[in-house]
């Protein structure tokens, strides 16, 4: 019996990644580095993700709208439904003037993670999300993200590597190949509620034929989250890029609620 849910739990590993080679992520929508657990079987959570772009691009390219001074609102939905297989739900929203207030797209995101009668040193998780947004405000209007998810806990300290990978689909960047994107975070739970850390988001381009440097999304977050009741969940940061190809200063919070 074991031996049978390992290999239905590997099969869903292979589909997924199979997946991906078929639909990159929703820019300053959802910004968040995972941890490798899903929602409980049967439980849903819906969040929401509020950013504001205190200081960004004034100029649109390819099409696109600025974003400074923008919120952009998502919406996630998310259920269990297995103890090792959650699907989400996005719905992108931004919020300014000259236009620029609108629904923008929708993704689904399938997430499967390593269960724990496997006993593995870290928790392990694989996350694909796959949509459409409008050409305003994304020139690559179909995408596939592949989210490979590794986290550990020792005592206070957390760390969460995301090795993320991005697909455009229809768009300038459809011939591109995958570009990597990689966030990590470590924090530190200085009580039994309050932990703090920081975030990194980068973009670099690409595989084997990298942006330069100041072409290339770097940006870090100095980021808390709460603890307060297990059925909440709350992040907040403010998140600063360092490249001429990143949006300066960022806002972010992001409140949950399990049902």
């Known amino acids: 019996m074991k031996i049978n849910k390992s290999f239905k739990t590997?099969?869903?590993?292979?589909?997924?990644?199979?997946?991906?080679?078929?639909?990159?992520?929703q820019d300053n929508y959802e910004i968040q580095v995972y941890g490798s657990?899903?929602?409980?079987?049967?439980?849903?959570?819906?969040?929401l993700h509020s950013n504001y772009t205190a200081?960004?691009?004034?100029?649109g390219s390819n099409g696109e709208l600025p974003d400074n001074h923008v919120i952009h609102e998502t919406v996630e939905i998310t259920h269990g439904w297995t103890t090792w297989f959650e699907t989400g739900f996005y719905i992108f929203t931004s919020e300014g003037n000259q236009g620029r207030s609108a629904y923008v797209g929708s993704h689904i995101r399938?997430?499967?993670?390593?269960?724990?009668?496997?006993?593995?040193?870290?928790?392990?998780?694989?996350?694909?999300?796959?949509?459409?947004?409008k050409s305003t405000f994304s020139a690559n209007t179909s995408s596939l993200e592949i989210r490979p998810i590794i986290d550990k806990q020792w005592k206070r300290f957390y760390v969460s590597i995301n090795p993320t990978l991005e697909k455009s689909f229809k768009g300038p960047d459809e011939k591109l190949g995958l570009i990597f994107s990689?966030?990590?975070?470590?924090?530190?739970?200085?009580?039994?509620?309050?932990?703090?850390?920081?975030e990194y988001y980068g973009s670099t381009g690409p595989f084997f034929h990298y942006d330069a440097f100041q072409?290339?999304?770097?940006?870090?977050?100095?980021?808390?989250?709460?603890?307060?009741?297990?059925?909440?969940?709350?992040?907040?940061?403010?998140?600063?890029?360092?490249?001429?190809?990143?949006d300066k200063e960022i806002f972010k919070i992001i409140l949950g609620r399990r049902f």
Not at 10 to 25: K, R, Y
Not at 37 to 47: D, I, N
Not at 189 to 194: D, F, G, R
């Open 110 to 133: 399938p997430r499967v993670t390593a269960p724990a009668s496997w006993k593995l040193p870290v928790g392990l998780s694989l996350s694909t999300e796959f949509g459409f947004q």
């Open 37 to 47: 657990p899903t929602v409980e079987k049967g439980r849903t959570m819906l969040e």
């Open 10 to 25: 590997l099969s869903i590993f292979a589909i997924l990644l199979l997946a991906a080679t078929l639909c990159q992520a």
């Open 182 to 198: 990689p966030n990590v975070k470590g924090s530190y739970n200085v009580s039994n509620v309050v932990a703090l850390g920081l």
């Open 55 to 59: 200081s960004g691009f004034k100029e």
């Open 215 to 246: 072409q290339q999304q770097q940006q870090v977050y100095l980021a808390t989250d709460l603890d307060f009741d297990p059925n909440w969940e709350f992040n907040a940061g403010a998140g600063y890029g360092f490249t001429k190809g990143t």
